[in-house]
Antibody, heavy 127, light 109 residues
Framework: EVQLLESGGGLVQPGGSLRLSCAAS????????MSWVRQAPGKGLEWVSH????????NYANSVKGRFSISRDSSKNTVYLQMKSLKAEDTAVYYC????????????????????WGQGTLVTVSS | NFKLTQPRSVSESPGKTVTISCTRS????????VQWYQQRPGSAPTTVIY?????PFGVPDRFSGSIDSSSNSASLTISGLKTDDEADYYC????????FGGGTKLTVL
């Protein structure tokens, strides 16, 4: 059974940093790309970031580009989202998702869809 | 990039059939596959349809997806409605970026 377990959320002040983790199990982690998707309170879904199966290609939504960084550790079956210069509008539940298919977009990759989702971790940016 | 527009809410009675639409603003709906996600209150999303009309293992065949090029839209149809189907439903496609619809709240009453 595929399991994705996010952690690392919490309350952080504007301008602060936070690192989210997503521990994966139940599938061959190194064969799948992974993404982060967020949902602001009472709002819809927004794709945030994507990393290829090999970890060598990454992509970001314009809203987080230059502030967030995605990475993965195949020895720990874990994908990370390093968030810096956080803003109030980054407040959301962050989900990691397993991505079975990606498409080429310029010199990067973008997910076609999200096959499995974690339970999410809440990030609150507030003073 | 294009937008996906969904009705904000739909409602129907148990046992009936409901269809949720998802209209693409520019470009052909057939250009890229459409997915549908179900999100029950307080829970994470789950995938109910991918690649326009494919059901993941474990999703009942009461759920079906389709696209209509004449209206440039995709549809999620749920038959034999159950109270457990009450949830938010999001369509999603992709192009230069991932695009989600705004979500439709399904009430089963």
């Amino acid at each position: 059974e595929v399991q994705l377990l996010e952690s690392g959320g919490g309350l952080v002040q504007p301008g602060g940093s936070l690192r989210l983790s997503c521990a994966a199990s139940g599938f061959s982690f190194t064969n799948y790309a992974m993404s982060w998707v967020r949902q602001a309170p009472g709002k819809g879904l927004e794709w945030v970031s994507h990393i290829s199966a090999g970890g060598d290609v990454t992509n970001y939504a314009n809203s987080v580009k230059g502030r967030f960084s995605i990475s993965r550790d195949s020895s720990k079956n874990t994908v990370y989202l390093q968030m810096k210069s956080l803003k109030a509008e980054d407040t959301a539940v962050y989900y990691c998702a397993k991505v079975p298919k990606s498409i080429a977009v310029g010199d990067s990759l973008s997910p076609e869809y999200f096959q499995n989702w974690g339970q999410g971790t809440l990030v609150t940016v507030s003073s | 990039n294009f937008k996906l527009t969904q009705p904000r809410s739909v409602s129907e009675s148990p046992g009936k059939t409901v269809t949720i639409s998802c209209t693409r603003s520019t470009g052909s709906i057939a250009s890229n596959f459409v997915q549908w996600y179900q999100q029950r209150p307080g829970s994470a999303p789950t995938t109910v349809i991918y690649d326009d009309d494919q059901r993941p293992f474990g999703v009942p065949d009461r759920f079906s997806g389709s696209i209509d090029s004449s209206s440039n839209s995709a549809s999620l149809t749920i038959s034999g409605l159950k109270t457990d189907d009450e949830a938010d439903y999001y369509c999603q496609s992709y192009g230069a970026n991932v695009v989600f619809g705004g979500g439709t709240k399904l009430t089963v009453l």
